[in-house]
Protein backbone atom coordinates (compact mmCIF):
# COMPACT_ATOMS: atom_id res chain seq x y z
CA UNK A 1 0.00 0.00 0.00
CA UNK A 2 1.20 3.82 -0.53
CA UNK A 3 1.38 6.07 1.66
CA UNK A 4 -1.33 8.44 2.67
CA UNK A 5 -0.86 12.11 2.31
CA UNK A 6 -1.05 12.08 6.23
CA UNK A 7 1.31 9.60 6.88
CA UNK A 8 3.65 11.22 4.68
CA UNK A 9 2.86 14.53 6.13
CA UNK A 10 3.37 13.28 9.76
CA UNK A 11 6.66 11.68 8.69
CA UNK A 12 7.93 14.27 6.63
CA UNK A 13 7.48 16.77 9.48
CA UNK A 14 10.06 14.62 11.74
CA UNK A 15 13.13 15.58 8.82
CA UNK A 16 11.52 18.90 7.51
CA UNK A 17 10.60 22.12 8.80
CA UNK A 18 6.65 21.94 8.99
CA UNK A 19 7.07 18.67 6.43
CA UNK A 20 7.43 21.44 3.59
CA UNK A 21 10.09 23.24 1.82
CA UNK A 22 8.03 26.55 1.28
CA UNK A 23 5.47 27.46 4.35
CA UNK A 24 2.37 27.85 2.55
CA UNK A 25 2.01 24.21 1.17
CA UNK A 26 1.86 23.39 5.08
CA UNK A 27 -1.91 24.21 4.71
CA UNK A 28 -1.36 25.80 7.96
CA UNK A 29 -4.22 28.89 7.12
CA UNK A 30 -6.86 25.94 6.37
CA UNK A 31 -6.00 22.64 8.74
CA UNK A 32 -5.62 19.88 7.71
CA UNK A 33 -2.48 17.68 6.04
CA UNK A 34 -1.75 18.76 2.58
CA UNK A 35 -2.02 16.48 -0.57
CA UNK A 36 1.26 14.86 -1.64
CA UNK A 37 1.48 15.02 -5.15
CA UNK A 38 2.07 11.89 -7.65
CA UNK A 39 2.36 13.28 -10.54
CA UNK A 40 -0.06 15.94 -13.03
CA UNK A 41 -0.84 15.58 -16.37
CA UNK A 42 -2.45 18.66 -18.22
CA UNK A 43 -5.13 20.26 -15.77
CA UNK A 44 -5.19 17.41 -13.47
CA UNK A 45 -3.00 16.39 -10.58
CA UNK A 46 -3.11 13.27 -9.27
CA UNK A 47 -2.22 12.55 -5.12
CA UNK A 48 -0.09 9.87 -3.77
CA UNK A 49 -3.79 8.08 -2.87
CA UNK A 50 -4.58 8.35 -6.56
CA UNK A 51 -7.44 10.98 -6.21
CA UNK A 52 -7.16 13.25 -9.28
CA UNK A 53 -7.82 17.17 -9.03
CA UNK A 54 -8.26 20.02 -11.54
CA UNK A 55 -5.27 22.16 -10.50
CA UNK A 56 -6.11 25.96 -10.26
CA UNK A 57 -2.18 26.55 -8.14
CA UNK A 58 -0.27 25.15 -11.30
CA UNK A 59 3.20 25.33 -9.29
CA UNK A 60 1.68 28.81 -8.21
CA UNK A 61 1.71 30.43 -11.26
CA UNK A 62 4.29 28.82 -13.78
CA UNK A 63 2.43 25.92 -15.54
CA UNK A 64 0.53 28.08 -17.91
CA UNK A 65 0.74 25.31 -20.75
CA UNK A 66 -0.48 22.77 -17.35
CA UNK A 67 1.51 20.13 -16.64
CA UNK A 68 3.92 17.75 -18.56
CA UNK A 69 3.18 19.60 -21.75
CA UNK A 70 4.28 17.10 -24.33
CA UNK A 71 6.75 20.59 -26.51
CA UNK A 72 7.94 21.22 -22.81
CA UNK A 73 8.71 18.05 -21.79
CA UNK A 74 10.20 17.30 -24.84
CA UNK A 75 12.29 20.38 -25.00
CA UNK A 76 13.27 19.59 -21.28
CA UNK A 77 14.34 15.66 -21.92
CA UNK A 78 16.19 16.90 -24.96
CA UNK A 79 18.63 19.72 -22.79
CA UNK A 80 19.24 16.88 -20.66
CA UNK A 81 20.73 14.28 -22.67
CA UNK A 82 23.15 16.83 -23.46
CA UNK A 83 23.96 17.85 -20.16
CA UNK A 84 21.97 19.48 -17.40
CA UNK A 85 24.77 21.90 -16.69
CA UNK A 86 27.79 23.47 -18.16
CA UNK A 87 28.22 27.08 -16.15
CA UNK A 88 29.33 28.36 -19.22
CA UNK A 89 27.33 30.34 -22.19
CA UNK A 90 24.97 28.79 -24.24
CA UNK A 91 22.94 29.44 -26.89
CA UNK A 92 19.74 28.46 -25.15
CA UNK A 93 20.31 31.70 -22.87
CA UNK A 94 20.39 34.05 -26.16
CA UNK A 95 17.18 32.56 -27.45
CA UNK A 96 15.13 33.06 -24.64
CA UNK A 97 16.63 36.57 -23.70
CA UNK A 98 15.36 36.78 -27.54
CA UNK A 99 12.25 35.50 -27.06
CA UNK A 100 11.29 37.26 -23.73
CA UNK A 101 12.37 40.33 -25.70
CA UNK A 102 9.44 39.73 -28.26
CA UNK A 103 7.06 40.05 -25.52
CA UNK A 104 8.36 42.53 -23.56
CA UNK A 105 9.68 45.54 -25.60
CA UNK A 106 10.96 47.79 -22.59
CA UNK A 107 13.72 45.08 -22.17
CA UNK A 108 16.76 45.95 -23.60
CA UNK A 109 19.13 44.10 -21.86
CA UNK A 110 18.27 40.65 -19.31
CA UNK A 111 20.09 38.80 -16.69
CA UNK A 112 18.98 35.46 -15.74
CA UNK A 113 18.54 33.93 -12.37
CA UNK A 114 17.55 30.43 -10.47
CA UNK A 115 14.57 32.42 -8.97
CA UNK A 116 12.52 35.52 -8.14
CA UNK A 117 13.27 36.43 -5.57
CA UNK A 118 17.05 36.83 -6.90
CA UNK A 119 15.61 38.92 -9.89
CA UNK A 120 14.30 41.37 -7.35
CA UNK A 121 16.99 41.24 -5.09
CA UNK A 122 19.22 41.72 -8.58
CA UNK A 123 16.74 44.46 -9.76
CA UNK A 124 17.66 46.60 -6.72
CA UNK A 125 21.15 46.19 -6.54
CA UNK A 126 21.19 47.60 -10.11
CA UNK A 127 19.12 50.60 -9.80
CA UNK A 128 21.07 51.40 -5.95
CA UNK A 129 24.11 50.90 -8.12
CA UNK A 130 22.72 53.21 -11.19
CA UNK A 131 21.16 56.10 -9.09
CA UNK A 132 23.56 56.09 -6.29
CA UNK A 133 20.93 55.84 -3.65
CA UNK A 134 19.71 53.72 -1.23
CA UNK A 135 16.15 53.95 -0.08
CA UNK A 136 13.16 51.67 -2.18
CA UNK A 137 9.33 52.45 -1.54
CA UNK A 138 7.31 49.23 -1.74
CA UNK A 139 3.74 48.44 -1.49
CA UNK A 140 2.18 46.63 1.57
CA UNK A 141 1.15 43.18 0.75
CA UNK A 142 3.35 43.16 -2.89
CA UNK A 143 5.60 40.23 -2.43
CA UNK A 144 9.14 40.54 -3.93
CA UNK A 145 10.98 37.35 -2.40
CA UNK A 146 12.26 36.56 0.79
CA UNK A 147 15.56 39.07 0.79
CA UNK A 148 15.91 40.56 4.25
CA UNK A 149 14.76 44.37 3.40
CA UNK A 150 11.76 43.09 1.25
CA UNK A 151 10.16 41.72 4.17
CA UNK A 152 9.02 44.49 5.21
CA UNK A 153 5.87 45.59 7.02
CA UNK A 154 4.10 49.15 7.30
CA UNK A 155 5.37 50.88 10.45
CA UNK A 156 2.56 53.15 12.01
CA UNK A 157 1.19 56.09 9.55
CA UNK A 158 1.46 56.51 6.00
CA UNK A 159 4.25 55.66 3.90
CA UNK A 160 6.71 54.77 7.52
CA UNK A 161 10.15 53.74 6.97
CA UNK A 162 9.37 49.74 7.28
CA UNK A 163 9.89 47.50 10.21
CA UNK A 164 10.58 43.58 9.74
CA UNK A 165 8.26 41.47 8.97
CA UNK A 166 10.24 38.22 9.56
CA UNK A 167 11.84 37.35 12.68
CA UNK A 168 15.69 36.85 12.06
CA UNK A 169 15.53 40.35 9.82
CA UNK A 170 17.84 43.00 11.57
CA UNK A 171 15.87 46.62 12.01
CA UNK A 172 19.03 48.10 10.50
CA UNK A 173 18.01 46.25 6.89
CA UNK A 174 14.78 47.44 6.72
CA UNK A 175 15.32 51.36 7.27
CA UNK A 176 15.76 51.78 3.27
CA UNK A 177 12.56 49.92 2.82
CA UNK A 178 9.80 52.38 2.34
CA UNK A 179 6.20 51.09 2.95
CA UNK A 180 3.42 52.43 1.38
CA UNK A 181 -0.69 51.13 1.12
CA UNK A 182 -1.35 49.42 -2.43
CA UNK A 183 -3.42 51.89 -4.59
CA UNK A 184 -2.30 55.10 -2.23
CA UNK A 185 -0.61 57.94 -4.52
CA UNK A 186 -0.69 60.24 -2.18
CA UNK A 187 1.36 58.46 0.65
CA UNK A 188 3.99 57.86 -2.68
CA UNK A 189 4.13 61.57 -3.19
CA UNK A 190 4.67 62.33 0.71
CA UNK A 191 7.27 59.77 0.74
CA UNK A 192 9.13 61.21 -2.25
CA UNK A 193 8.39 64.89 -0.76
CA UNK A 194 10.46 63.49 2.57
CA UNK A 195 13.20 61.30 0.99
CA UNK A 196 13.23 61.70 -2.53
CA UNK A 197 16.80 62.37 -3.52
CA UNK A 198 17.44 59.17 -1.17
CA UNK A 199 15.07 56.84 -3.34
CA UNK A 200 16.50 54.50 -5.93
CA UNK A 201 13.49 53.07 -6.81
CA UNK A 202 9.55 51.93 -6.32
CA UNK A 203 9.44 48.44 -7.07
CA UNK A 204 5.50 47.16 -7.57
CA UNK A 205 3.43 44.25 -8.76
CA UNK A 206 1.78 46.33 -11.33
CA UNK A 207 -0.92 43.70 -10.83
CA UNK A 208 -0.82 42.60 -6.83
CA UNK A 209 -0.79 39.05 -7.05
CA UNK A 210 0.29 37.96 -3.76
CA UNK A 211 -2.87 38.84 -1.81
CA UNK A 212 -5.16 37.36 -4.25
CA UNK A 213 -5.48 39.51 -7.17
CA UNK A 214 -6.18 43.36 -6.59
CA UNK A 215 -5.92 45.88 -9.61
CA UNK A 216 -4.27 48.93 -10.01
CA UNK A 217 -6.68 52.07 -10.48
CA UNK A 218 -6.32 53.29 -14.04
CA UNK A 219 -3.86 56.16 -13.12
CA UNK A 220 -1.53 54.42 -10.60
CA UNK A 221 1.20 53.22 -12.87
CA UNK A 222 1.23 56.44 -14.85
CA UNK A 223 1.90 58.39 -11.92
CA UNK A 224 4.50 56.03 -10.86
CA UNK A 225 5.82 56.38 -14.09
CA UNK A 226 5.69 60.18 -13.48
CA UNK A 227 6.76 60.95 -9.76
CA UNK A 228 9.87 58.46 -10.32
CA UNK A 229 10.72 60.47 -13.57
CA UNK A 230 10.36 63.31 -11.58
CA UNK A 231 12.69 62.47 -9.10
CA UNK A 232 15.47 60.75 -10.90
CA UNK A 233 14.57 57.28 -9.72
CA UNK A 234 13.57 54.27 -11.10
CA UNK A 235 10.55 52.18 -11.65
CA UNK A 236 10.80 48.48 -11.20
CA UNK A 237 7.75 46.38 -12.23
CA UNK A 238 7.90 43.11 -10.91
CA UNK A 239 6.12 40.71 -13.29
CA UNK A 240 7.32 37.51 -12.18
CA UNK A 241 3.70 36.68 -11.40
CA UNK A 242 1.45 38.64 -13.73
CA UNK A 243 4.18 38.69 -16.29
CA UNK A 244 2.98 36.26 -19.41
CA UNK A 245 -0.68 35.83 -17.07
CA UNK A 246 -1.53 39.52 -18.65
CA UNK A 247 -1.37 38.27 -22.66
CA UNK A 248 0.50 40.35 -25.47
CA UNK A 249 3.24 41.99 -22.97
CA UNK A 250 2.05 42.07 -19.63
CA UNK A 251 0.95 44.47 -17.44
CA UNK A 252 3.40 46.97 -18.78
CA UNK A 253 1.50 46.14 -22.16
CA UNK A 254 -1.94 46.59 -21.21
CA UNK A 255 -1.31 49.57 -18.50
CA UNK A 256 1.09 51.37 -20.79
CA UNK A 257 3.43 52.24 -18.98
CA UNK A 258 7.18 51.55 -19.63
CA UNK A 259 9.36 50.83 -16.30
CA UNK A 260 13.09 50.84 -15.95
CA UNK A 261 13.36 47.54 -14.79
CA UNK A 262 11.11 43.98 -15.27
CA UNK A 263 11.72 41.03 -12.84
CA UNK A 264 10.61 38.09 -14.35
CA UNK A 265 10.10 34.64 -13.20
CA UNK A 266 7.58 31.85 -12.50
CA UNK A 267 6.52 31.36 -16.34
CA UNK A 268 9.53 32.19 -18.12
CA UNK A 269 10.76 28.81 -16.45
CA UNK A 270 8.23 26.24 -17.81
CA UNK A 271 8.26 24.66 -14.30
CA UNK A 272 11.91 25.18 -13.75
CA UNK A 273 13.82 27.54 -11.53
CA UNK A 274 13.85 30.63 -13.24
CA UNK A 275 14.11 34.02 -12.91
CA UNK A 276 15.15 37.80 -14.98
CA UNK A 277 15.65 40.80 -14.07
CA UNK A 278 16.19 43.25 -16.98
CA UNK A 279 15.23 46.63 -18.70
CA UNK A 280 16.90 49.81 -20.33
CA UNK A 281 20.36 48.96 -21.40
CA UNK A 282 22.22 52.47 -19.74
CA UNK A 283 21.05 50.53 -15.96
CA UNK A 284 21.47 46.87 -16.63
CA UNK A 285 25.26 48.29 -18.23
CA UNK A 286 25.78 48.87 -14.18
CA UNK A 287 25.86 44.91 -13.36
CA UNK A 288 29.03 42.43 -13.46
CA UNK A 289 30.79 41.70 -15.49
CA UNK A 290 29.96 45.31 -17.38
CA UNK A 291 29.89 46.89 -14.35
CA UNK A 292 30.58 47.35 -10.42
CA UNK A 293 27.24 45.57 -9.18
CA UNK A 294 27.96 42.42 -8.73
CA UNK A 295 25.44 39.42 -8.80
CA UNK A 296 25.73 35.70 -9.85
CA UNK A 297 24.32 32.30 -10.06
CA UNK A 298 26.01 28.65 -10.60
CA UNK A 299 23.04 26.95 -12.45
CA UNK A 300 21.96 30.50 -13.71
CA UNK A 301 20.82 30.57 -17.25
CA UNK A 302 20.89 26.40 -16.76
CA UNK A 303 20.50 24.78 -20.29
CA UNK A 304 17.61 22.59 -19.22
CA UNK A 305 15.84 25.46 -17.08
CA UNK A 306 16.11 27.88 -20.59
CA UNK A 307 14.62 24.91 -23.25
CA UNK A 308 11.49 24.38 -20.61
CA UNK A 309 11.60 27.93 -21.04
CA UNK A 310 11.87 28.63 -24.87
CA UNK A 311 9.02 26.01 -25.37
CA UNK A 312 6.66 27.77 -23.05
CA UNK A 313 7.05 30.83 -24.67
CA UNK A 314 7.10 29.87 -28.26
CA UNK A 315 3.41 28.17 -27.36
CA UNK A 316 2.09 31.15 -25.85
CA UNK A 317 2.88 33.07 -29.10
CA UNK A 318 -0.20 30.98 -30.47
CA UNK A 319 -3.24 32.95 -31.26
CA UNK A 320 -5.01 30.08 -30.30
CA UNK A 321 -3.37 29.06 -26.86
CA UNK A 322 -4.25 32.69 -25.93
CA UNK A 323 -7.68 32.74 -26.74
CA UNK A 324 -8.28 29.33 -24.96
CA UNK A 325 -6.94 31.21 -21.44
CA UNK A 326 -9.16 33.94 -21.86
CA UNK A 327 -12.03 31.68 -23.57
CA UNK A 328 -11.78 29.35 -19.78
CA UNK A 329 -11.11 32.49 -17.52
CA UNK A 330 -13.94 34.22 -18.68
CA UNK A 331 -15.98 31.07 -18.24
CA UNK A 332 -14.66 30.37 -14.81
CA UNK A 333 -15.00 33.97 -12.99
CA UNK A 334 -18.52 34.49 -14.87
CA UNK A 335 -19.79 30.91 -13.97
CA UNK A 336 -18.76 32.04 -10.57
CA UNK A 337 -20.15 35.36 -10.22
CA UNK A 338 -23.48 33.57 -11.06
CA UNK A 339 -22.89 30.86 -8.66
CA UNK A 340 -22.05 33.59 -5.73
CA UNK A 341 -25.16 35.03 -7.06
CA UNK A 342 -27.80 32.45 -7.03
CA UNK A 343 -26.23 31.44 -3.14
CA UNK A 344 -26.57 35.00 -2.36
CA UNK A 345 -23.44 34.56 -0.84
CA UNK A 346 -21.45 38.14 -0.78
CA UNK A 347 -18.01 37.82 -2.90
CA UNK A 348 -15.72 39.59 -4.61
CA UNK A 349 -14.35 37.53 -8.09
CA UNK A 350 -11.36 39.60 -9.85
CA UNK A 351 -9.69 38.60 -12.45
CA UNK A 352 -7.03 39.65 -15.22
CA UNK A 353 -5.41 37.77 -18.04
CA UNK A 354 -5.18 33.93 -16.66
CA UNK A 355 -5.41 35.32 -13.07
CA UNK A 356 -8.64 34.89 -11.28
CA UNK A 357 -9.22 35.36 -6.83
CA UNK A 358 -12.13 35.07 -4.80
CA UNK A 359 -12.60 37.28 -1.78
CA UNK A 360 -14.83 36.91 0.65
CA UNK A 361 -15.25 40.50 1.59
CA UNK A 362 -18.33 43.37 1.00
CA UNK A 363 -16.60 45.45 -1.06
CA UNK A 364 -13.74 45.26 -3.87
CA UNK A 365 -9.96 45.16 -2.62
CA UNK A 366 -8.40 47.93 -3.40
CA UNK A 367 -5.31 47.11 -1.35
CA UNK A 368 -3.98 44.58 1.47
CA UNK A 369 -6.08 46.14 4.25
CA UNK A 370 -9.32 45.40 2.39
CA UNK A 371 -7.83 42.02 1.76
CA UNK A 372 -7.41 41.33 4.79
CA UNK A 373 -11.39 42.38 6.04
CA UNK A 374 -11.85 38.42 4.34
CA UNK A 375 -13.73 35.92 6.20
CA UNK A 376 -11.12 33.36 7.14
CA UNK A 377 -13.83 31.32 8.36
CA UNK A 378 -15.94 30.94 5.33
CA UNK A 379 -12.40 30.72 3.10
CA UNK A 380 -11.21 27.53 5.10
CA UNK A 381 -14.75 26.03 4.75
CA UNK A 382 -14.86 26.95 1.27
CA UNK A 383 -11.53 25.51 0.51
CA UNK A 384 -12.21 21.88 2.01
CA UNK A 385 -15.24 21.61 -0.05
CA UNK A 386 -13.69 22.25 -2.97
CA UNK A 387 -11.27 19.87 -2.23
CA UNK A 388 -13.24 17.51 -1.02
CA UNK A 389 -15.27 17.91 -4.69
CA UNK A 390 -11.21 17.27 -6.69
CA UNK A 391 -11.12 21.08 -6.70
CA UNK A 392 -7.38 22.13 -5.87
CA UNK A 393 -7.15 25.96 -4.82
CA UNK A 394 -4.41 27.64 -3.11
CA UNK A 395 -4.58 26.75 0.75
CA UNK A 396 -4.47 29.97 1.76
CA UNK A 397 -7.28 33.39 1.36
CA UNK A 398 -4.28 35.59 -0.11
CA UNK A 399 -3.01 33.86 -3.12
CA UNK A 400 -4.28 34.64 -6.81
CA UNK A 401 -5.74 31.33 -8.81
CA UNK A 402 -4.37 30.25 -12.51
CA UNK A 403 -5.96 28.90 -15.15
CA UNK A 404 -3.67 26.61 -18.02
CA UNK A 405 -4.63 26.22 -21.08
CA UNK A 406 -4.96 22.81 -20.65
CA UNK A 407 -7.95 23.70 -19.07
CA UNK A 408 -11.14 22.24 -20.95
CA UNK A 409 -14.58 23.55 -20.76
CA UNK A 410 -15.67 20.87 -18.93
CA UNK A 411 -12.65 21.49 -16.57
CA UNK A 412 -14.40 24.60 -15.40
CA UNK A 413 -17.96 23.42 -16.05
CA UNK A 414 -17.35 20.41 -13.56
CA UNK A 415 -15.46 23.08 -11.34
CA UNK A 416 -18.47 25.74 -11.20
CA UNK A 417 -21.05 22.19 -10.75
CA UNK A 418 -18.26 21.63 -7.53
CA UNK A 419 -18.84 25.16 -6.17
CA UNK A 420 -22.51 25.40 -6.18
CA UNK A 421 -22.57 22.69 -3.98
CA UNK A 422 -19.90 24.33 -1.87
CA UNK A 423 -21.38 28.03 -1.30
CA UNK A 424 -24.53 25.42 -0.23
CA UNK A 425 -22.66 24.15 2.23
CA UNK A 426 -21.35 27.55 3.35
CA UNK A 427 -24.95 28.40 4.57
CA UNK A 428 -25.06 25.69 6.51
C1 LIG B 1 6.78 34.34 -6.68
C2 LIG B 1 7.15 35.75 -6.69
C3 LIG B 1 8.46 36.18 -6.39
C4 LIG B 1 9.52 35.25 -5.87
O1 LIG B 1 9.84 34.25 -6.79
P1 LIG B 1 10.52 32.89 -6.27
O2 LIG B 1 10.86 32.18 -7.53
O3 LIG B 1 9.51 32.21 -5.42
O4 LIG B 1 11.74 33.30 -5.50
C5 LIG B 1 8.76 37.52 -6.53
N1 LIG B 1 7.84 38.40 -6.93
C6 LIG B 1 6.58 38.04 -7.22
C7 LIG B 1 5.61 39.06 -7.70
C8 LIG B 1 6.19 36.70 -7.09
O5 LIG B 1 4.92 36.35 -7.34
Same mark, same amino acid.
Given at each position: ?????E?????? $?????????? *??????????A?R?M?????? $???????????? =????????????????????????????????? *??????K???????? =?? /???K??F??????????????????????????F????????? =??L??????????????????? $??????????????????????KRH??N??????? *??????????P?????????????????????????C?????????QA??????????????????? *???????????????????P????????????A???????????????I???????T????????????????????L??????????T????????????Q?????????????E??? =???? /??????F??????????????????????Q?? $?
Amino acid at each position: MNKTSEQLFEES $KQVLVGGVNS *PVRAFKAVGGAPRFMARGQGS $KIYDVEGKEYID =YVLSWGPLILGHAHPAVVHAARQALENGSSFGA *PTEAELKLARLVQEF =YP /SIEKIRFTSSGTEACMGAIRAARGFTSRDKIIKFEGCYHGHAD =YLLVKAGSGASTLGEPDSAGVP $KNFTKDTIVVPYNDPAGVEQAFKRHGKNIAAVIIE *PVAGNIGVVLPDPDLLPFLREITRRYDSLLIHDEVLCGFRIPDGGAQARFQVKPDLTCLGKVIGGGF *PVGAYAGRKDVMACVSPEGPVYQAGTLSGNPVAMAAGIATLEELKSPSIQQTLHDRTLQLVQGMDANLKEARITAQVLSIGSMFSLFFTRKVPRNYADVKTQNAERFKKYFHAMLERGI =YLAP /SGYEAGFVSAAHTPEDIEKTLAGQQEALAQLK $K
